[in-house]
Structure formats: C-alpha cells, structure tokens
C-alpha cells in the first residue's frame, strides 16, 4: 500500500513539474511580433513598413519618386 501512495506521490509531482516546464517553455518562447519591419527611406528618411517600401538597388523609399530621384 506504501508503495501504491508513493507511486501517486511521484506522479503527482513528476505531473506538476511537466506543468512548470511548459509554462517556462511558453514564458521563455518571444512574443509573437505582429508589427512589420520598420525601413527607413533612402531619399526623405521616412519609416515605413518593410512591405510597402520599394527596393532599389539595396536601398528603401517610400515612393517610386523618390527611388527614381535618387538613380
Ligand atoms: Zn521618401
């Protein structure tokens, strides 16, 4: 019967110690970003969101303008 109370006992704790690693998984796991890459205009200095930039030559504007003004 001891043994039978002891196994409960280590179940119950190995349990509550599974419990307490995942959560630390969670805690440590960073946040979800939802915010985009913020890129800065090679012309004007503007921020804007990485995907509404446009790419020219390795460098970011914010507009088809101010790519084009700058070669
Ligand atoms: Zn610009």
Do not use: N, Q
């Amino acid at each position: 019967m001891a043994k039978l109370i002891l196994l409960v006992v280590v179940f119950t704790a190995a349990w509550w110690l599974l419990k307490g690693y995942v959560r630390s998984l969670r805690e440590d796991a960073p946040p979800a970003t939802r915010s985009e890459d913020m890129v800065r205009c090679a012309s004007c200095g503007v921020h804007l969101p990485r995907s509404e930039g446009l790419l020219r030559g390795g460098r970011t504007f914010c507009s088809e303008e101010h790519a084009r003004s700058e070669g």
